[in-house]
């Protein structure tokens, strides 16, 4: 048993990568196989819902790769499966609690007590789950039951306007819901610094550490924002051990990867980086429509007697793609207009009252992204559209390739020959001008072109 599991977790590290396997598949283990089942051992619910969603398929098939024969999957849920890396069964027993050190419970803290305040719209009813921050949202949940901490800390990244702080403060206030007497603590790292800056100043630093190590659940949100400002940093780091230590539950925010991040000390990024890392992914066009749908449904209430004409939501959340601030205050911008004007919410004005919001996301398309799509389109290897070959079949979506690069990028011809394997300037004019030509001799090229197009523009 232990030689096959051996054999379907090196099968898996290399079909999921390092990463998601250190996530979710080191903590499982086989335990037998019966009858076609194959019953795994998971030391939380939460993975075993993650990992028989997402990676039944793979483990099905590395074990079947392996010679077992198995159709399905069973989860159990032990205590005695190996701890995922920084979970509470890896790290010691919480320390027993001391009445006496606890400032006494006010639930989330009032400003007096370093807590910043919670917008109220920010909550788990007001968030649209979608593919991108599927997981995210997942872990979100899981953070805010409560209960035994699964993983320290949840580390959640991203780029501006995909949800961070609407997730931080929604834990906070579910969590403080379920529980009135948990201490949760949410503040930017900006915040803590600050409090940290103005403790030592007023000689307070006993009170700031008594304070930060009290807490049931921290949160601090943007936390690039401390990298390089050194002592702040070694506060934040003790602060965070004192917590993990005591089995308190940590949540953190930051606009990349802990790994990423510059001037941040490397015990402390691996420390970081120890929990559970999720990502969240920019928008796809499906999440950002469901968004304005329901915020719709929020103006609507606001800006009664509004026509909204139909294809005006398809149209922002093609056309906008930056980040859910942007959309939103799109919405809320057409939204005002049409009622001081009482016009109808069409195209024309919308296009109108956006010109500046939809110049400025145009949506910028790098030629990776063009050199995938195109491969794909043509069913051909990316490394053919790039490489050497010059058979048509492969020559041809490589001018195509070339041509939509140029439309669509700002990029000058020889950068986009190196991108193309190193080609010379001339070859990629070349092949720009034998597709301007070709576009306009043959119509089914035209209309594959300007479908790939819009692909794109998506
Ligand atoms: P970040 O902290 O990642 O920069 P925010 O959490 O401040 O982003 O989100 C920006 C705005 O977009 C907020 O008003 C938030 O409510 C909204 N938003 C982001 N993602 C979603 C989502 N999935 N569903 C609903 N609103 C969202
Ligand atoms: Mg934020």
């Not at 788990?124 to 979608?130: A, E, M, P, S």
Request: overall charge neutral.
């Amino acid at each position: 048993m232990n030689e096959l599991w051996a054999g379907v977790r090196s099968e898996l590290e290399a079909r999921v990568g390092t990463h998601n396997f250190a996530t979710w598949i080191a903590p499982l283990d086989l335990r037998a196989i019966e009858g076609g089942s194959a019953d795994i051992a998971c030391p939380t619910r939460f993975l075993s819902d993650w990992v028989s969603r997402h990676y039944a398929r793979p483990i099905l098939d590395a074990l079947s790769n392996q010679g077992a024969e198995v159709e399905r999957l069973n989860f159990t849920i032990a205590t005695g499966a190996r701890p995922a890396p920084g979970t509470a069964a890896a790290s010691p027993a919480p320390a027993p609690e001391q009445p006496a050190a606890r400032v006494p419970a006010r639930g989330i803290m009032g400003d007096d007590e370093m807590s910043a305040p919670l917008d109220s719209r920010f909550t788990f009813d007001n968030f649209i789950v979608g593919k991108p921050n599927e997981l995210a949202h997942a872990a979100a949940r899981r953070v805010a039951e409560g209960g035994p901490v699964t993983f320290n800390p949840l580390f959640l990244y991203g780029g501006v306007g995909l949800g961070k702080t609407h997730l931080m403060h929604a834990i906070a206030r579910e969590r403080q819901a379920r529980d009135p007497e948990a201490r949760v603590l949410y503040l930017s790292a900006e915040q803590f610094m600050y409090r940290f800056v103005r403790a030592l100043r007023e000689r307070t630093v006993m009170n700031f550490k008594e304070l930060f190590r009290t807490v049931d659940l921290l949160m601090v949100d943007d936390v690039q924002f401390i990298a390089g400002k050194d002592s702040t940093q070694e506060e934040f780091f003790h602060t965070f051990n004192a917590l993990v230590d005591q089995g308190k539950q940590i949540v953190i925010s930051a606009d990349r990867a802990p790994g990423e991040i510059k001037d941040m000390e490397e015990r402390i990024r691996s420390r970081l980086s120890c929990g559970l890392i999720v990502d969240l992914h920019p928008t796809d066009y499906e999440l950002r429509l469901s968004i304005l749908q329901s915020k719709t449904e929020l103006f609507r209430a606001t800006y009664p007697g509004l026509t909204l004409c139909d294809g005006v939501l398809e149209f922002l959340a093609h056309r906008i793609t930056s980040n859910v601030r942007v959309l939103e205050g799109a919405l809320q911008r057409l939204f005002a207009f049409a009622s001081l004007t009482g016009h109808d919410i069409d195209l024309d004005m919308t296009q109108e009252s956006l010109a500046d919001i939809l110049r400025a996301s145009d949506r910028k398309v790098s030629v990776e992204e063009i050199q995938r799509k195109v491969a794909e389109h043509y069913n051909i290897r990316l490394s053919d559209l790039v490489g050497p070959k010059r058979v048509r079949t492969l020559a041809r979506p490589r001018q195509i390739a070339m041509y939509l690069a140029k439309q669509m990028t700002s990029r000058s011809l020889p950068e986009i020959g190196r991108r193309f394997g190193g080609r010379d300037h001339t070859t990629i004019m070349h092949g720009v001008r034998k597709i301007e030509e070709l576009r306009r001799e043959d119509r089914s090229m035209a209309e594959d072109i300007d479908l790939l197009r819009r692909a794109l523009e998506m």
